[in-house]
């Protein structure tokens, strides 16, 4: 899949950013001064503001003095200093792109630069075009790079209505490819059981996109009847069916260049897998009952909770069409494998109901534990559900584990039964713990449980109500090695 991405993502499928006003800059090391001055110059035509020095120890001085953006440097034969020079960048600077200029016949060291992180290498003697070349696509590169990092960055801190909630390591890897996707303008495959928040991560992609200001237009292709989907997308022509007063156009059409997200796109029927295909390979659509043709600009989003690629096998859906929409794909985590980000989004879900319900709401810890130990086979969109149910039952502020649904309780009560040790103490407000207590009590209950059975770990997990499995992960969060010794 990375390699789909790093396809998909390198420049030419990147919008061409507008040229900002910020100058790159660019650091010449070379001991041969004639070849400096030459390369500095030529650099500093091309609008690049230009450093250089031909001393290995001076061109780290200055790199501490202010990072270059770029760094060309020489690899001078029979001497390995460059080559120490490209791998400390790597560490100190990863930001900068180091180009690694090489002897020709010294195939070997540039080919020991790209190993140590430079992103591009020229063979002496170069033409001046094959420095501009080099040079430009190192700027481009790092102008994408900043972009993702402050994109990756805004994901993260989103807050408030329509934000992503989470900080698992499940969801920094979503943020990561998110935020590169967000940039480009291809077809995503959006993959996670359902409740998982495909919807949300499609809205985001264009959101956080090129044409965030043109229309996100979804089509919803589980509940409509197959007519209905082609007339929405393709739109149709005066007469075309009974009922069509008036021409209209599709949501392909309209999109003009904004997003059309297509959700549980595994229900399409065979027919119209055709003729998207069709219309996503020729770029236009023919409006139901028209002869003519209308030219299309639309990204597609697509979503499913459906294993698409079993579908192509069993031949349930076009593999064509599969490899045209799965040009990156986003697999979402169920929330019971990002437990870690429960309390985040109980604590947000909290937010929500209090602000709309202009009540304020806590969360016993009873009912918060519970939690954190259910599956939600619903995901986020199950958890969502029991608290604002919760906000709406209770007649209290505070939410106990009784105002939450049945399978919950239920959990709740057998964890209970089992669980003979008190396991946590309610602080007097009653408030919501913060991450870190709740991770210190549930430590110290698992200790204090392994430790009443001398050290029995399946009885302990048994006495805690949850599995043996999450016994052992947990004690691996915990970074406990040895339960009896440990602090
Ligand atoms: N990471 C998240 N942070 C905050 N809210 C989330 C997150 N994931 C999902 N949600 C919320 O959960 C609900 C369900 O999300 P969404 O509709 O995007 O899921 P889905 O995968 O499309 O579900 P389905 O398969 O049922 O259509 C929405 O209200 C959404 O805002
Ligand atoms: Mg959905």
Not at 13 to 30: G, K, N, Y
Not at 107 to 123: F, I, K, N, P, Q
Not at 161 to 187: C, D, F, N, Q, W
Request: one cysteine or more.
């Amino acid at each position: 899949m990375l390699e789909t991405l790093e396809h998909a993502l390198s420049m030419d499928f990147i919008p061409q950013f507008a040229e900002t006003a910020v100058q790159f800059h660019v650091l010449v090391v070379d001991a041969d001064p004639a070849m400096r001055s030459a390369c500095s110059q030529i650099a500093a035509s091309l609008g690049y503001a230009v450093e250089s020095t031909g001393d290995m120890t001076e061109a780290r001085s200055l790199l501490r003095g202010h990072t270059s953006d770029i760094l060309l440097v020489n690899l001078p034969a029979g001497n390995n200093r460059g080559i120490q020079l490209v791998s400390e960048m790597k560490v100190l600077y990863p930001e900068t792109a180091v180009i690694a200029m090489t002897a020709s016949g010294s195939v070997a060291a540039a080919v020991e630069a790209m190993r140590c992180g430079a992103s591009d290498y020229l063979t002496k003697p170069f033409a001046m075009d094959e420095l501009s070349t080099v040079l430009d696509r190192a700027a481009q590169n790092h102008r994408t790079e900043t972009k993702t990092r402050r994109l990756r960055e805004r994901l993260r801190h989103s807050e408030g209505l329509g934000a992503i909630i989470g900080h698992s390591v499940e969801m920094e890897k979503l943020y990561r490819i998110l935020s590169k996707v967000a940039l480009s303008t291809h077809p995503v495959l959006v993959l996670g059981e359902s409740g998982t928040g495909k919807e949300l991560i499609a809205r985001t992609i264009h959101a956080y996109g090129p044409n965030a200001q043109k229309p996100f237009l979804p089509v919803d292709c589980g509940s409509l009847v197959p007519t209905l989907i082609e007339s929405e997308l393709f739109g149709y022509v005066k007469g075309a069916f009974t009922g069509a007063n008036r021409s209209k156009d599709g949501l392909l059409v309209s999109a003009e260049g904004g997003t059309v997200f297509l959700d549980e796109i595994g229900e399409l029927s065979l027919d119209l897998q055709a003729k998207l295909l069709r219309a996503l390979q020729e770029k236009e659509v023919r409006p139901v009952g028209a002869t003519h043709r209308v030219p299309i600009k639309a990204r597609i989003v697509a979503a499913t909770n459906r294993d698409l690629a079993d579908m192509v096998e069993r031949g349930a859906f076009r593999k064509d069409l599969f490899y045209r929409l799965n040009v990156v794909n986003l697999r979402l985590p169920s929330l019971r494998d990002r437990r870690e980000d429960i309390p985040l989004l109980a604590a947000h879900f909290l937010d929500v109901f209090s602000n709309q319900y202009s009540r304020k709401f806590t969360l016993s810890d009873t009912a918060l534990r519970t939690m954190m130990d259910y599956d939600w086979p619903g995901n986020v969109r199950e958890l969502q559900h029991a608290v604002e149910r919760a906000c709406v039952l209770s007649s209290e502020s505070m939410l106990n584990l009784a105002d939450m649904p049945t399978e919950l309780r239920e959990q709740g009560l057998e964890a209970e039964r089992a669980t003979q040790v008190n396991l946590v103490e309610i602080g007097p407000d009653g408030a919501l713990p913060s991450l870190k207590n709740l991770a210190d009590l549930e430590r110290d209950a698992i200790l204090n449980a392994i430790r009443m059975l001398h050290g029995d770990k399946l009885a302990a997990a048994r006495l805690l109500g949850i599995g043996k499995t999450t016994l052992y992960r947990k004690l691996k969060e915990y970074g406990i090695a040895d339960p009896l010794r440990q602090g």
